[in-house]
């Protein structure tokens, strides 16, 4: 059986002006990085063109270690799409090297619905997220020399520095740490720490921006921490605004690259979807919407993280309305949500289906709640039986969902026909239908009382007394009509990871917040998730290579 990797290498990629073309671009508004990437210069978004258009949220039941392809599917949906004739795009994230690296693989799809140059795009692609970094780490270096070289006139407090570095890996020695020896020299002893690139505000900053100068505006107001008498302290205190945008003069520009079968697609930002927003950027977005007649997007993990955010957040600071939305979810899913072990999930087991169905079940209800009709797309594996499929099918039609079996992993664009016509349908019904959870103006409280309730499954949400404290400081200092971009783990509805399937009678515990007031939200932190991911035992950087050729091998 062939590989991504083998699939990726043997397709024949066109010049990425061919790719432009069927946009309706120029050469002239293309910056080529290579014969197979460009660069789409902002000035190409029309709000106007956009009016009119449609946009599909493409997300998944609750993620399990076997994986269910909402990228592979995603873009097996826009290939659809085009072979029914329709002018489609899918829009997308950008791999971050730690899950590359790290259990999770690449983040190009797979089979024959892959965007190209795979291994590209995998391993550092246009450099967008080096560009996130320096920049986040520019600031950090800002912040250490004004405590050393400028007597901190700022009043600054060491202890109550909220800005950590970053670093696009996986490496959890590098979760907490010491910075500074001391001295004339050395600079000032603290308490520090690196969180992953994706994990930035900076990347979040990039996704919610509307063009450079927005993008300045939200890295001045990125909160940097408080002075001794509790004050506020911001980017643009240290004049870090302008030099931190500089850095991103290229990487604000959308990447358009190809589909294995030539269409084009857009990958841009990578914010993960546990800890931050977890959709690629607003401009990328509009980039499609102003370009195509059909945008097809993804949003990181479940309905309840990424969807959710994508809906909550980024729609409403974008004035997106998103026309329908499918709901990706594998038999061998359900199978492990119903109870099965992992090494037994290739084995029938109809009576496991249906016990994981109450997964799918609630995140069917969930993308209900924001007034969208969702389409199931059964991501068909060759282990699963006509028994367990259909089981999932009959549910679907006992819920009055619309459902199709996508096989675009072995057959590409012909083998998500069925799904493109009934998501088309769903997104040709729904023109202004669709209706966020929350408003910004509620209060703190009342806006994670409705997300934990309604998309978690919640009773209650409990609050430490630090998370008290801190929402007190966010009300004092006018930051508490943002929104809230819950970070919790991805293996649960609940903020539990052993929680498996649909389970009820949860309380969410917040345990305290971070704030990203430059790109326009609050985290409150629940359970026990992390901003810095570990390596697994058996890490996927063991089993990548080149040869002198130039040849990677083990990359997927």
Request: charge should be neutral.
């Amino acid at each position: 059986m062939q590989t991504d990797l083998d699939i990726a290498k043997a397709a024949k990629m066109q010049h990425i002006y061919n790719i432009g073309e069927k946009l309706g671009l120029s050469k002239d508004d293309m910056h080529l990085y290579g014969n197979h990437i460009a660069k789409l210069p902002l000035k190409l978004i029309d709000d106007n063109k956009a009016k009119g258009k449609k946009l599909v949220l493409v997300t998944a039941i609750t993620p399990t270690p076997a994986g269910e392809g909402k990228t592979t599917t995603s873009i097996g949906l826009t290939e659809g799409l085009n072979k029914i004739g329709v002018k489609a795009t899918v829009v997308i994230r950008e791999p971050s090297l730690g899950p590359v690296f790290g259990i999770k693989g690449g983040a190009a799809g797979g089979g024959y619905a892959q965007v190209l140059p795979m291994e590209d795009i995998n391993l550092h692609f246009t450099g967008d997220l080096a560009a996130v970094e320096k920049a986040h780490n520019l600031l950090a270096a800002l912040i250490d020399n004004h405590l050393q070289s400028k007597n901190n006139s700022l009043n600054l407090d060491p202890r109550k520095i909220l800005w950590k570095r970053v670093i696009d890996m996986n490496e959890r020695a590098l979760r907490d740490i010491i910075i500074g020896l001391g001295g004339p020299v050395q600079g000032v002893p603290r308490q520090s720490g690196f969180d992953i690139t994706a994990a930035s505000e900076v990347m979040a900053a990039l996704c919610l921006a509307k063009d450079i100068n927005d993008l300045k505006e939200k890295f001045g107001n990125i909160l940097v921490g408080y002075t001794y008498d509790d004050k506020p302290v911001y980017a643009r205190d240290f004049n870090a605004q302008g030099a931190m945008a500089a850095l991103m003069k290229y990487a604000i520009m959308p990447n358009l690259v190809q589909t294995i079968e030539g269409n084009p697609a857009i990958i841009h930002g990578g914010p993960f979807a546990n800890i931050a927003q977890g959709t690629n950027t607003l401009i990328a977005t509009k980039m499609g919407l102003s370009l195509s007649d059909y945008v097809v997007t993804e949003a990181g993990f479940a309905s309840e993280l990424g969807a959710e955010k994508f809906l909550d957040i980024k729609c409403q600071y974008g004035g997106l309305t998103p026309n329908a939305s499918v709901v990706v979810a594998t038999i061998r899913a359900l199978k492990y949500h119903g109870g099965v072990k992992l090494a037994e999930l290739k084995k029938e087991n109809v009576e496991a289906v249906k016990k994981g169905l109450q997964n799918l079940e609630k995140h069917i209800e969930n993308i209900r709640h924001f007034n969208l009709s969702p389409v199931v797309a059964i991501n068909k594996f060759a282990t699963d039986s006509d028994e367990e499929i259909q089981a999932v099918m009959a549910r679907c039609n006992e819920l009055k969902v619309k459902v199709a079996i996508c096989e675009a992993w072995e057959k590409g664009g012909d083998g998500a026909i069925e799904l493109a016509k009934l998501v088309k349908a769903e997104a040709d019904k729904c023109s202004t239908c669709f209706e966020p959870l929350y408003s910004f103006d509620w209060s703190i409280e009342k806006k994670i009382e409705t997300i934990a309730t309604k998309l978690y499954g919640a009773d209650h949400v409990e609050y430490s007394i630090e998370a008290k404290k801190q929402m007190a400081m966010f009300e004092k200092i006018g930051l508490d009509k943002l929104p809230v971009c819950i970070a919790k783990t991805q293996k649960s509805l609940s903020d539990d990871p052993n929680k498996k399937n649909r389970p009820i009678g949860f309380t969410v515990k917040i345990r305290e917040f971070e704030v990203a007031a430059g790109a326009g939200f609050i985290i409150p932190i629940a359970g026990t998730i992390m901003r810095m991911p570990g390596l697994p035992t058996v890490p996927s950087a063991e089993n990548i290579d080149i040869d002198n050729d130039g040849n990677i091998t083990g990359l997927f």
